[in-house]
């Protein structure tokens, strides 16, 4: 199981399932339609390290997180 955590102005919970690389994760919240607007613009990270990859590899225990883009001064 991995947990994915949403960042910024995403107001979801965290969300655990199983997925053995982000490829896995993207699919499943793509089903979401409230994730369909801030799916393809996040980045990504995985254990706090930017990832750019969907064929990223995933183990148990990892967390993901998704980081929208924010404006700010």
Wanted: charged share 20%; proline share 7%; net charge negative.
């Amino acid at each position: 199981m991995v947990t994915i955590e949403f960042l910024g102005p995403i107001q979801k919970a965290p969300l655990t399932l199983e997925a053995s690389s982000l490829r896995d994760v993207a699919r499943v919240l793509k089903e979401d339609p409230e994730m369909g607007q801030w799916i393809e613009n996040c980045a990504v990270a995985v254990n706090d390290t930017l990832v750019s990859s969907l064929d990223t590899t995933l183990q148990a225990g990892d967390k993901v997180s998704l980081l929208p883009p924010v404006c700010g001064g």
